[in-house]
C-alpha cells in the first residue's frame, strides 16, 4: 500500500550534521504519525522520533536536543535533521508511520566517525 524511500545518508565526522528525506506514497500520510527508525550492527531497529498529523514531535532520551523530524504534508515527505552527531548514531535510517507498517524501504545510511 504505501511506498517509503529514504535518502540523506553519508559518511560525516563527530559532531557534523545531516539531514534525512524520506519520500512516502499512499494516502495515509497526511492523517498518520509517522516516524524515523534507525538499526545499528547487533540490535533492534527502534523509533528515535515521530510527528503527529499536527506535527507534534516526541524523541527518545539518546537523541532529544540535537535531533529534529519534520514534515511536509503537501510533498508528503518527512525530514530528520541530525546535528551534533555522536560514532553511536551510525546505523541504518528508515521511515515509517507509527506503529509500522510491515513495508519497509531501504532505508540510509548514517556513518559518523573521524
Known amino acids: 500500500q504505501v511506498q517509503f524511500v529514504e535518502s540523506g545518508g553519508g559518511l560525516v565526522q563527530p559532531g557534523g550534521s545531516l539531514r534525512l528525506s524520506c519520500a512516502a506514497s499512499g494516502s495515509i500520510f497526511r492523517i498518520n504519525t509517522m516516524a524515523w527508525y534507525r538499526q545499528a550492527p547487533g540490535k533492534q531497529r527502534e523509533w528515535i522520533a515521530r510527528?503527529?498529523?499536527?506535527?507534534?514531535?516526541i524523541y527518545v532520551e539518546s537523541v532529544k536536543g540535537r535531533f529534529t523530524i519534520s514534515r511536509d504534508n503537501t510533498k508528503n515527505t518527512v525530514s530528520l535533521q541530525m546535528n551534533s552527531l555522536k560514532p553511536e548514531d551510525t546505523a541504518v535510517y528508515y521511515c515509517?508511520?507509527?506503529?509500522?507498517?510491515?513495508?519497509w524501504g531501504q532505508g540510509t545510511q548514517v556513518t559518523v566517525s573521524s
Open positions: 515509517n508511520v507509527y506503529p509500522p507498517s510491515s513495508y
Open positions: 510527528i503527529t498529523s499536527i506535527s507534534r514531535s
